[in-house]
């Protein structure tokens, strides 16, 4: 999740400030829910298409320019995708504004950046680099063609939904043996793995492409379209933090690696890259 637009809120309710933030997004793009809840409000409001819902946790989350196909009242699973990105956001490039706030509260809006694990940069400045890195794995990633499908284009009968995270699809053995791993890492932390990306349809990936530029994958070669990578969030996305470490030293044990492209000293450094070797 890219911000471009940071939280600024006003020191007083009525006047001007910025009270959510903004993220690098194009329309079309899939919207996913960052955790489970109920979709509060779909329609328009000030002629900019908006999605709100209501968390489990009690707070109100706001999108907009997106639209939705779901009713409200409508339930959903964290990672389901309740909707998309569409045309008219006010950026000077696409983008989507969310805004959050305690669903009983006179819309006292909070940062949302910490909800979606995004409070921190995901770079561990060079002064703070471990001494050596954890041990557990040579960084080889197992990812490549399977079963006599294209990249992207994998029908969802060949995948497996993510237990842990609904609404993300992995080859099965990788599902399964991501699962495993979200239940230690439960155990450890007290949460199941925050995924925000699994499977990525060729589709998709056009998509990021044009958003992301050198950051993502030519369309029909990311490790993604093979159902067998994940991008994760919830701290993992941190070099230098505590679920970083504990996923070094113990994702290789369930058949995930962090690819040493994307190790800290790596070409491409992104924390939140790991991959299905086995």
Known sequence: MEIVTAFDPPQETWLA?????????LPGEPLRAPTSGAVRFRGSVAGTDTVSITTDSGRTVSFQPATTDLAVGDAFAAGERIGEVTDGAHCDEDCL????????????????????????????PLSRKPAEEPAGDDGDSGAGSWGGHRNGRIPASAMCELKTAPGQ??????????????????ARFGRPISVTDAYRDYDTQVVLKKRKGR??????????????????????????SAEHEWMRANAPTFGWVHPAWARQSGSLPEPWHWEFRK
């Open 215 to 240: 950051m993502a994958a030519t369309p029909g070669t990311s490790n993604h379209g093979w159902a067998l990578a994940v991008d994760l969030g919830g701290g993992i996305n941190a070099f230098g």
């Open 17 to 25: 400030g910025h009270r959510g933030i903004d993220i690098r997004a």
């Open 97 to 124: 504004h969310i805004g959050v706030w305690p669903t009983e509260s006179d819309r006292a809006y909070v940062d949302p950046a910490p909800f979606f694990g995004q409070d921190a940069s995901v770079l561990l």
């Open 169 to 186: 699809l992995l080859r099965c053995d990788a599902q399964a043996a991501f699962d495993r791993l979200s239940f230690a890492f439960e």
